[in-house]
């Protein structure tokens, strides 16, 4: 069993910085792929960003792209979400998650499925004012 805590979130005014940590324990961080994804107020929630067991590939949910970075630290079991140029839309409940691929190619990409991770943080919240 993995245990994922997020910090980092609070509230930001439009056009700033926030950065979100994941803490991992329970399991061995490395062998996982790594997500983040988000669920607004009255929404679903939907892939954010998402990352390989080496950080080698990522991928970026349109919205986000060019805005958000993802990585990680594996020596410190964490992966990181970094949000630039905050939007109001960017407001919502923030997860990470870990997904454990059936394959160990490094070239395959990370899910941006939620039923793919298996296992799920308590979430933590972002509001971006205008």
């Known amino acids: 069993q993995m245990q994922l805590v997020e910090s980092g979130g609070g509230l930001a005014q439009a056009g700033g910085s926030l950065r979100l940590s994941c803490a991992a324990s329970?399991?061995?961080?490395?062998?996982?792929?790594m997500g983040w994804f988000r669920q607004a107020l009255g929404k679903e929630r939907e892939f954010v960003a998402g990352i390989s067991r080496s950080g080698g590939r990522t991928n970026y949910a349109d919205s986000v792209k060019g805005r958000f970075t993802i990585s990680r630290d594996n020596a410190e079991n964490t992966v990181y979400l970094q949000m630039n140029s905050l939007k109001p839309e960017d407001t919502a409940v923030y997860y990470c998650?870990?997904?454990?691929?059936?394959?160990?190619?490094?070239?395959?990409?990370?899910?941006?499925?939620?039923?793919?991770?298996?296992?799920w943080g308590q979430g933590i919240q972002v509001t971006v004012s205008s």
């Open positions: 998650a870990a997904d454990l691929p059936d394959s160990f190619a490094p070239t395959w990409p990370p899910s941006f499925i939620q039923d793919d991770y298996d296992y």
């Open positions: 329970g399991s061995p961080f490395s062998i996982y792929y």
